[in-house]
T-cell receptor, first 111, second 112 residues
């Protein structure tokens, strides 16, 4: 099993550009989530999904969109990048009550 | 007030010391409690998982949950320099099991 795979690992965007962060898992997990991690702020939940076709907002959803058309994939879309979205983004997946398995992260810089 | 509070440290201890890391929480609906370890520039790695109150031991690591006090702890015995990392508590339960709520993380350094 590859676990949770995130691409790209690094990205630099200009303000106003859009992009999609990819996340795929091969463990048949029903739950998937996106977090951002900033210094001194810990991990903050952006969006999460409890199954294909079902998504919900987390703590900091503004400026981000998600969709879950398959069990395996949970892409995160930045609609119009802003410097405040410079962060490290983690995707994670789990069974219903188990701990989440995290990907290795995407380091995003918006200039 | 945050749902989960964790002292960010940093915490510095000598090799061989017993380390105690703690979190408090306010949401009584939380039922599943976890500790993650995160090395620099890496993703969080699940270290310990506990359901409801009680203790769980795994090698040098012991997790404790006291739901009556809304307090969880992680103890590391015989700490090693390789234990130097950020430790994050996390919990889930209540109206949506899909949400995992994290503490801020405690930075631990174990020096030889």
């Amino acid at each position: 099993n590859a676990g949770v795979t995130q691409t790209p690992k690094f990205q630099v965007l200009k303000t106003g550009q859009s992009m999609t962060l990819q996340c795929a898992q091969d463990m048949n997990h029903e739950y998937m989530s996106w977090y951002r991690q900033d210094p001194g702020m810990g991990l903050r939940l952006i969006h999460y999904s409890v199954g294909a076709g079902i998504t919900d907002q987390g703590e900091v959803p503004n400026g981000y969109n998600v969709s879950r058309s398959t069990t395996e994939d949970f892409p995160l879309r930045l609609l119009s990048a802003a410097p405040s979205q410079t962060s490290v983004y983690f995707c994670a997946s789990s069974y219903s009550t188990a701990g989440y398995t995290f990907g290795s992260g995407t380091r995003l810089t918006v200039v | 007030q945050k749902e989960v509070e964790q002292d960010p440290g940093p915490l510095s201890v000598p090799e061989g010391a017993i380390v105690s890391l703690n979190c408090t929480y306010s949401n009584s609906a939380f039922q599943y409690f976890m500790w993650y370890r995160q090395y620099s520039r890496k993703g969080p790695e699940l270290l310990m998982y506990t359901y409801s109150s009680g203790n769980k031991e795994d090698g040098r690591f012991t997790a404790q949950v006291d739901k009556s006090s809304k307090y969880i702890s992680l103890f590391i015995r015989d700490s090693q320099p390789s234990d130097s990392a950020t430790y994050l508590c996390a919990m889930r339960g209540g109206t949506s099991y899909g949400k995992l709520t994290f503490g801020q993380g405690t930075i631990l350094t174990v020096h030889p």
